[in-house]
């Protein structure tokens, strides 16, 4: 885009429209052609291949020569493959409509283009450019949705961002999920030799364990930070995971560990529904994975904030009276599938399960009961939330789209073995992915048949114990519920590792007291 915009000719056009960004891996130059060459009328439309920047001048001198009224002038570029291999993925479109002899003659800053496939200016998806020329000629168009002007100014910074983003991205995601390991395996051998380490030793283990949810909100939040360099972003996470363990073991200090943890998840929560209301904006271009500009969700809550709501309310939820806490998860669910809060549908499946199982299973239920309870108050959740997608926005959404996409029972059967193919897709190119699905696996052996390190911390507290297991039956709900499953339960597997070592730890600590 800084590129493309130096050309005056196009800055031009970028001031009387705008100028957008795109996954630049598309296709979306074939999609124009062919629903141009498709159109019973071509009279006047106009397709041109350029190669090289140098060559839109050519083109660009015909403009003025045009003699109909108005005019859209549109102008995509993809990604170039040296570009794309430094990390660069993204495209650029440049668009305005109007008098021909006014398009490239504009004066002062370029400004932004937007959708409702992306509400975010300076942003659209790969669709767009397609469903603006099918707009245009009166075509229909099943994908995408028209560009339109902004007052906001073209996303040079934002391009700038997303490159830095991309350059953090993969070493961040090690070095957190490393951290996660490590701090797991040192909770655990902790706990096995609890009785030959000092309660010291015991409390700063329980302390690195304690600290992984707050990596998981400021991987997350960095999204806010003026630059995404090693020199921001490092400090920034110590500083987040620093503060959240003080915060912790403050309140741990006056009133236990158990209210620590709903001290912790409240405030997490707390965060997160500010970034509900505000649109999600951290979201754009995070380090925990699933940046907007990845192409894959455009507003919202990206699927890998999912085990963050998950734990975090399994964590506040456990003190709470057993209807309060239904009610919470209830709440978090509708918030992250509404159409103007979260839009994740996946999300608010996980959450209305997490809901209906916490009710039975804290009325210790049979296991019959807990599946009838659990898949009742799913279906009229989720039927709720389909509702509100359908008829209480006319703005298109990624529920909308997934609904209008899915015909009768087994058009969403074959739907979501689509999607669970994905998932495993993503698994294969990349084995750490691995971790989260296998790890949450072996905690849930480890919660319901506890070693006694572990089941010494759930005497007396089932409430505890039963959060844990929400949250790791949750996962699975997540992972099946979502295309990305294993990045949907990567944090909900770091809560749940997290609050058995910390609460372990603790229960070992009080124990050589004695």
Not at 1 to 25: C, D, K, V
Not at 52 to 81: E, F, H
Not at 262 to 289: D, K, M, Y
């Amino acid at each position: 885009m800084p590129e493309l915009l130096q050309i005056p000719e196009l800055r031009r056009l970028a001031t009387r429209g705008g100028a957008a960004l795109m996954n630049g891996r598309s296709d979306a130059q074939d999609e124009i052609r062919g629903l141009v060459e498709g159109a019973p009328d071509r009279a006047g439309v106009e397709i041109a291949n350029v190669r090289r920047v140098d060559g839109l001048a050519v083109v660009l001198g015909k403009i003025a020569s045009i003699d109909r009224n108005p005019t859209l002038l549109m102008v995509v570029a993809t990604s170039p493959s040296a570009a794309s291999a430094g990390g660069d993925e993204l495209g650029t479109v440049i668009a305005a409509w109007g008098d021909p002899s006014e398009l490239l003659a504009a004066e002062g800053p370029p400004r932004a283009l937007t959708t409702d496939s992306t509400r975010r200016p300076g942003v659209i998806a790969d669709v767009d450019p397609a469903a603006t020329v099918a707009e245009w000629l009166g075509l229909p168009y099943d994908a995408g949705a028209p560009m339109e002007r902004t007052g906001e100014p073209a996303p040079l910074d934002l391009y700038e961002r997303y490159l830095q983003q991309r350059r953090l991205a993969v070493p961040v995601a090690a070095g957190a999920w490393g951290l996660m390991l490590l701090f797991g395996l040192a909770g655990f051998l902790a706990l096995a030799f609890r009785e030959r380490v000092s309660p010291g030793t015991l409390a700063v283990a329980g302390a690195l364990a304690g600290s992984l949810p707050w990596l998981a909100l400021g991987l997350l939040l960095v999204g806010h930070l003026p630059s995404l360099t090693v020199a921001t972003v490092v400090p920034f996470l110590m500083v987040t995971m620093i503060a959240g363990v003080a915060f912790d073991r403050w309140v741990e200090a006056r009133r236990g560990i158990f209210v620590a943890l709903t001290a912790r998840g409240g405030v997490i929560l707390g965060v997160l529904a500010i970034e509900a209301a505000l649109g999600w904006p951290a979201a754009v271009t995070p380090l925990a994975g699933g940046g907007q500009l990845d192409g894959g969700r455009f507003f919202g809550m990206p699927n890998v904030e999912i085990g963050i709501v998950l734990g975090s309310a399994m964590f506040a939820a456990h003190r709470l009276r057993v209807g309060t806490g239904v009610l919470l998860l209830i709440a978090c669910a509708v918030v992250t599938g509404s159409p103007w809060t979260g839009s994740n549908f996946g999300a608010a499946i996980t959450l209305f399960a997490a809901a209906g199982m916490w009710l039975a299973i804290r009325r210790r239920r049979p296991w019959w009961m807990i599946v009838l309870v659990t898949g009742a108050i799913t279906a009229i959740g989720t039927a709720a939330v389909a509702l509100m997608h359908r008829y209480l926005t006319d703005r298109p959404t990624h529920v909308t789209a997934f609904l209008e996409e899915t015909h009768g029972i087994v058009g969403a059967i074959e739907r979501q073995l689509e999607r669970l193919g994905v998932g495993l897709d993503l698994i294969t190119d990349n084995p750490l992915a691995l971790v989260p699905v296998v790890g949450t696996l072996v905690l849930l052996v480890v919660v319901l048949r506890p070693p006694a390190a572990i089941a010494q911390s759930f005497e007396g507290h089932d409430a505890w114990r039963d959060a844990v297991l929400v949250i790791l039956l949750g996962s699975i709900v997540a992972y099946l519920s979502e295309d990305t499953g294993a990045a949907a339960i990567g944090f909900a597997f770091g809560f749940a590792l997290s609050g058995l070592i910390d609460v372990s730890l603790d229960s070992a600590r009080r124990m050589i007291a004695r």
